[in-house]
């Protein structure tokens, strides 16, 4: 595939993708099977394109809009979380399926790693009946969930929501989502859907999956050959970027003390994302990427603090420097 010119900064970010309930128990060391293992258990919001676009209003950018589809039974909490992080949420209201519920099980060891176990619910129920063009006015960049991918409803979505995107030259990036059902997906299957897509977003893992090559920054170069911007998250090693082939940045990790690694990697994406519509090369908005997962990895759940604590925090933050 040729490379498409990047659209200049500015414009509102639109992501469409899952909203979802969290569960997440922190425990330290194995799990004991057929008994008990201590742990402090917590309910939050997540889904990885509510937690990109809090992130995106996070990090400045002004005018973040969500499309997703949850059950009634949570519609009003999800939607004051998504409006109490700065972003304007359409929610569609499943009427047969229940919001989608992620058990995360975080090892409270050194690299506070996460396993997920999934329900996805009523956020892989979104179809392109729940889509409007007029969701792109004002809109500056379209970020889709690859968890969209992995529904019939979703990918008939992801083709109708970047075919306007491309009608209107808004530019398209993709997360992968999730190494385990991009294997069930199949990389061909996957590579032919990301055919409009102007910027991917893989982890690692993710990386070596859709190419078959071990070395990280060969996988990022090959992808950057089917997909024109590739940026590589690499967690605690940063981020690769690539274009046309080539690894044109290696982008160092800021020094972070895990709490929790959830949602780390949308938190890098909606920085990233906030960062191109100010103009940002793809470098430097890979800096600002690294910067927030960071700050993510040391929070419990997917989501920054609320736009009002975070205002209070910097509050406090000033008069004690006063």
């Not at 975080?106 to 329900?119: I, M, Q, S």
């Not at 969930?145 to 995107?165: E, I, N």
């Not at 274009?243 to 940045?249: F, K, M, N, S, Y």
């Not at 780390?264 to 909606?270: P, S």
Request: hydrophobic share 45%; aromatic share 4%.
């Amino acid at each position: 595939m040729t490379g498409r010119p990047e659209t200049p900064g500015g414009g509102g970010l639109l992501v469409v993708g899952d909203v979802v309930t969290d569960v997440v128990a922190r425990h330290r060391g194995p799990l004991a099977p057929g008994t008990d293992t201590a742990s402090v258990i917590r309910t939050l919001p997540g889904g990885a394109g509510a937690n990109v676009a809090c992130w995106a209003a996070y990090r400045g950018c002004p005018d973040v809009r969500l499309l997703g589809r949850v059950g009634a039974e949570a519609a009003a909490w999800h939607e004051r979380e998504l409006i109490a992080c700065g972003v304007r949420p359409r929610l569609v209201i499943d009427p047969h399926a229940a919001t989608g519920t992620v058990i995360c099980l975080v090892d409270t060891g050194a690299a506070a790693e996460r396993t997920f176990l999934t329900d996805s619910g009523a956020s892989l129920r979104l179809d392109p009946d729940d889509w409007s063009d007029a969701l792109l006015d004002g809109v500056g960049r379209l970020h889709l969930s690859g968890y969209l991918l992995f529904s019939r409803t979703g990918r008939a979505l992801v083709r109708t929501a970047a075919a306007a995107a491309r009608a209107r030259g808004v530019p398209v990036s993709l997360d992968p989502a999730s190494a385990g059902f991009l294997a069930e997906l199949g990389v061909d299957r996957f590579l032919t859907l990301v055919e409009q897509v102007d910027v991917l977003l893989p982890s690692r893992d993710e990386a070596v999956l859709l190419t078959g090559l071990s070395d990280p920054a060969q996988a990022a170069a090959e992808l950057s050959r089917h997909v024109p911007l590739v940026v590589a998250k690499h967690g605690p090693d940063g981020a690769l970027v690539a274009r046309d082939g080539v690894v044109l940045a290696r982008v160092p990790a800021v020094a972070a003390t895990p709490t929790d690694t959830t949602g780390a990697g949308d938190a890098f994406t909606g920085a990233f994302l906030a960062a191109l519509l100010t103009g940002a090369d793809p470098a430097a908005a890979a800096a600002q990427g690294c910067r927030a997962g960071a700050v993510a990895v040391e929070r419990v759940g997917g989501r920054p603090p609320a736009l009002a604590d975070a205002t209070a925090a910097t509050t406090t933050r000033t008069a004690h420097v006063r």
